[in-house]
Every structure is written in C-alpha cells, then in structure tokens.
C-alpha cells in the first residue's frame, strides 16, 4: 500500500506565511542587524511592521527600515495616521507576534515594571498576552549583560510570559568581548520559526546520528563516504522546532549546530557507537541518519605507510563495525517500547525492496528509504517511509521540508502507541 503523504509540492518552506509580526526595535548598536533581520522574516513569508522607539532612530533611520519592510514605521503613540490615534491597539491587536530586536537593557527593566511612556512599550503592555506573543532578543555590554539586576529581569520577563531569546558571545562593539551581542539575524529567524511550530515532539528527547563517520589507515589517511550530514542535521532542527531536547551525535562535517540542538562530534564508527550509548539512556526517540563504514582497518598504522619501493599496494585487513542502529533497536528499552527507533537506507536500486528488507534485519518500527547518489550532498531529497502497515512517499523536496514532515511522521505513530507502551522503561546497552 502506497500513499502520498501531504504532498503539496512546494520545495521551499515559506515558514512564516500568514504569520504578521511587530518588529520592535529600541537604541542599540544592533540595529543594524535588525534591517537584515527583518529582510530575513519577509522572506520567510511574514508581513513586518515596524516600530522603533526614539533611541533605535538614533542608530538606523526609519527610511531605512521602511523601505525593506514596505510599510511606514511607527514611532510615536501620537501618530495622526490612526483615525482613532490609538495605534498601541491596532498594532498590538492584528499581530501575531511582537518581536523586540534588539532589546536593550533599559527597555526590558521598562517592560517589567509596566511602564509605557512610549509606543513600543505601550504596545507590549497593552497587548492581549494570551494571543500575541512577546520574543526579545538582548543587546547589550557584557558587563549589563552578567549585572544581577539584568539576570534578575530575565527571569522575571519569562514569568510575566514573555520568550527570551539567547544572547551571543564575541567582539563588541564597545572593544570588549563577552556575552550580550545580538543574536545574528539568521539564528533569530531560525527561533521565531521554532516558537511557531507545533510542538508535537515536546517532552521526548531525540538522539540523531549524522554524517559519515571517518576510519583511520594511517595518522594521515583514512576511508570515508560522501555523506553530507544535511538531513540529519536538518531532522535535528525539525525535532528541536517540535519541542523535543535533541542531541546530535555528528561524524566528521563542517555543518553549523541547528540552534538549541546539543551536538557531539565524533570521528570513527567506534567513536560515535560510544557516543551513542553513553547518551541512550535518556532517549526516547532514536534517529540513524549517518552512513556508518561497515569496516574499518583491523590494525591502523600508528605511522604514516610509505611506499617500499616493491610496487606492491600494503595489504589492509579489516574489522567489522558494530551496527549502531541494530543494537539501539534490539536494546531492552527499544523492546519495551521505550525508546522508538528509526533508521535510514541510503540504496542505488530497488529502493522499496531493499529497505524493507533492511526495516525487518534491522528490526526497527520505521524505516526511511532514499537514493543515496541522488542525494549525497545536496539539499534537495525524496524519501520512503516503511513501517508495519506499509509505505509512505514523501516526494522531492528541500531536506528541512522533508525533516518536518519526517517529524510529523514520527509524532503521529508515537501518539499511536499505547500508553502502557510508553510508560514503559527498559536499559539500553551495547551488545
Ligand atoms: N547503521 C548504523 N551502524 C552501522 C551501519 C549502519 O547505525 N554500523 C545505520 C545507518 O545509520 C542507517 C541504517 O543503519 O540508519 C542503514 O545503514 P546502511 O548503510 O544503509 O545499511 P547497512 O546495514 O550498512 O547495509 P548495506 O550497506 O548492506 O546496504
């Protein structure tokens, strides 16, 4: 049985379509990053509306932020252009949510004692706080940044409902260098679009193998494959945007950390096997998207091989590695119900035969099949789900549309297991 699971086509994901967003911006040196952060949003299909206190002006003008949102900004609450001169209502009412980037110090302390003697802090107070949300993202000195009475806020802010995004760390402006830089434009896009999604992983905790792993000839060679790291990284995210705590354990590929994922690199498939089941215990959701080498060298040179002058290759001999997956699938938690299992299958042929037959000596409940020349390093994939009942065809699309899906996929048959099944616990451990 074949069926086409939500196939609407699209390749790209507009993340934020229909979603309107008050962009907030108050007086600080990140500003600057504000113009491309809200180029950023309007790409991911979200209107932005503009509001900047009178500091924020002093750092990037309105003009500016007007032409790259297409509308007029607001700046002040007597602004005539509101028949009813009350655009702290108006704005407030139709947003989704109000974003405050950058939020400086002086405007969080504003925002916790209530205050509003201007229009961006009029609007967070006067916004209905179970419908519109409130995200900031702090800018400030790292000496404000440490201050116990900036600590102090934070915690208050996140009790009083708001969503506190995290701060960098590095060069600022002032020729220090610490933590209170403005997030980058990039990764605040990436945790707007996570507070959006739905959180249909919340409470698991997602263990997601990635990338090829590289096993050792010599100190100066060794055999690897062409695995990117790409989808596995791209589930990662997907699973942290559902919710869920996620560790990436990642084989040898230069792919920045999907924001909020706790990641650990290793090189061998020794390594990661380790890496694995010291992390197992907790896991509630196992995802094997790396391209283990099935061998590796028995004895690895502790020197670098040189040729002998007899024209003769050197003889290598080699070990199995242990199957990460299979032994996660046949641990006892997995057995119990525990711990759900899902694994890859990256074939060049008979895709449907292969990876069924792979789901069955693997003994996992999903398996996902894919074509592994066609996809190796490229952003775009399409993939086979098997389980018990069947398969599912995720067709052609970007690897973090299809990882969303993926996601959704995996949260529908976790909600299908029976509760006796999920409130068992069992050991996992290597055999
Ligand atoms: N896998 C693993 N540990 C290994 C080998 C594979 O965890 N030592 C996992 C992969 O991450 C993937 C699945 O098993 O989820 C299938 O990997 P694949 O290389 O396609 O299968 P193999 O078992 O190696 O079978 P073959 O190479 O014969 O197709």
Redesign the pocket.
Known sequence: MTNQANATGESEALELAGKHLVLGLTGGIACYKAAELCRALIKAGATVQVVMTEAAAQFITPVTMQALSGRPVYTSQWDSREPNTMAHINLSREADALVIAPCSADFMAKLLHGRADDLLSLMCLARPIGKVALLVAPAMNREMYAHPATQRNFVQLEADGATVLGVGNGFQACGETGDGRMLEPEQLLEDIIAFFAPKVLAGQQVLI?AGPTYEAIDPVRGITNLSSGKMGFAIARAAREAGAEVTLVAGPVSLPTPRGVTRADVKS?LNMLEAVMERAQTATIFI?????A?WRPAAPSAHKIKKDGSGQAPQLEFSE?????ATLAQSAAAQAGALFCV?????SHDLLE?AQA?RLR?KVPLLVGNIGPDTFGQDYNALLLLDERGSTELPRASKLVLARRLVQEIATRMGARTPAQLSTSGKVSAS
């Open positions: 193998t498939a094997a998207t790396a391209a283990v099935d590695n242990v199957d990460i997956l694994g890859f299958a990256a074939e292969n792979k693997k």
